[in-house]
């Protein structure tokens, strides 16, 4: 029998569109661990600035080596799902250390950051209850809500990004449902900007709501220790429920995690359909996960290491007469405004050797395409200076800096 000819034919109608939109996505391929440095394919050498490598522990030594000694001790995989065929030690134990890291009583960890917000959004919510979400949080977020949504008929709404007075205010219109739930980023992966935690934690009592906060870009991140959004407000272990990943800051695998009481992570196990019917996450990532915990505990400095050089960063952005959005966390955009703009000076970076994503339309919003730099503590200062004269030549070949 043939391939569906029409089908195919439709797939790439469908991308020569996304090419002449010039929104098509190319893959660059490396040949060396993830790190500040790292060769590319065709390239050579290349500086990364647009990796979640925030700590620098993709090339670590002892996360490596956890997680060759995990593969060692465990095999390559569990064979089935957790409940079925039984689960591994070394998945307890860094459940116990996720929940110690970030402030809750325990954790489920997943085989994605995106199947912990999944299942955890849909095993929750019940018919009769409210869900409220800001306007740019994580499409992982965006689509439990829908996927939740279909299958109770609970009631949903979005508010604009960081409008609490909006959030106030759809609340108080849904006061009549069983339970209110709030969804928010802790950090707010295209604008780096942080959630208002404080005055979430507040509304949620104020309106006896969840609060669920989806801390992968500040897990490993801000805080003075790296505990994410909540330490850095000073208010740890005082949300509802904590979303993170394992894939960025935390050794920069894959895997998420979701934390929070006891009884929420016993219900996920007896209910949450992406564990139930997936195999646990692998051993020699939970081994490598687990060590990137441990690092980060007791080297605190890589932590400060980070925010020093964000700080430099942004500074030196400025100096330069560019104009990143105002912030603090290693997120740092730079709006460039068309996404043609965004996509060439992109592509004329990396001929400098510097690579940095250029984001824009149906990503960001019309008018605000922009190069998304990401700093890690892995960056020397040399490397950060480089950076920011390659951008802000290019930016003047461009015409975007007069």
Not at 244 to 270: E, I, Y
Request: aromatic fraction near 6%; hydrophobic fraction near 40%.
């Amino acid at each position: 029998m043939s391939l569906n000819q029409h089908f195919i034919s439709d797939l790439n109608s469908r991308i020569s569109k996304l090419k002449e939109e010039r929104v098509y996505k190319t893959l660059n391929y490396l040949e060396s661990p993830q790190s500040a440095h790292v060769k590319m394919e065709g390239r050579g050498d290349v500086l990364i600035l647009s990796s979640n490598n925030y700590l620098g522990l993709c090339d670590e030594p002892s996360v490596v080596q956890a997680g060759i000694d995990g593969l060692e001790k465990y095999g390559a995989g569990t064979g089935s799902v957790r409940f079925i065929c039984g689960t591994f030690t070394i998945h307890r134990e860094l459940e116990e250390a996720l929940a110690r890291f970030v402030g809750t009583e325990s954790s489920m960890s997943f085989v994605a950051a995106w199947n912990a917000n999944e299942g955890l959004t849909s095993t929750v919510v019940e018919e009769g209850d409210f869900v409220c979400s800001d306007a740019l949080n994580h499409a992982s977020i965006i689509d439990s809500i829908r996927l939740a949504k279909a299958i109770t008929k609970c009631t949903t709404a979005v508010y604009p990004h960081g409008d609490l007075d909006d959030l106030v205010a759809k609340l108080k219109a849904n006061k009549g449902a069983k339970r209110r739930l709030i969804w928010t980023d802790g950090i707010f992966s295209m604008e780096g900007s942080i959630a208002k935690l404080p005055q979430l934690l507040q509304i949620a009592r104020d309106h006896d709501a969840v609060l669920i906060v989806d801390d992968s870009h500040a897990t490993g991140v801000i805080g003075a220790t790296g505990r994410g959004t909540p330490e850095h407000f000073g208010v740890l272990g005082e949300v509802d429920v904590i979303t993170s990943t394992l894939g960025k800051a935390l050794g920069g695998a894959s895997g998420g995690f979701v934390a929070g009481p006891a009884s929420l992570c016993d219900m996920l196990t007896q209910r949450a359909r992406p564990q139930l019917f997936s195999n646990a996450l692998p051993p020699t990532v939970a081994s490598s996960a687990l060590a990137a915990v441990r690092f980060i505990e007791a080297h605190p400095e890589r932590v400060r290491t980070l925010h020093e050089n964000t700080r430099h960063f942004r500074a030196a952005l400025v100096s330069s007469g560019l104009k990143p959005l105002e912030g603090e966390t290693p997120i740092v955009p730079i709006i460039i405004g068309e996404t043609a703009d965004a996509i060439r000076m992109s592509e004329m970076l990396l001929d400098e050797g510097i690579f940095v994503t250029g984001f824009g339309f149906p990503v960001v919003p019309h008018g605000t395409a922009r190069l998304r730099c990401q700093v890690s503590a892995a960056h020397s200062r040399a490397d950060l200076d480089r950076a920011v004269e390659s951008i802000r030549k290019v930016a003047g070949k461009v015409g975007i800096l007069k």
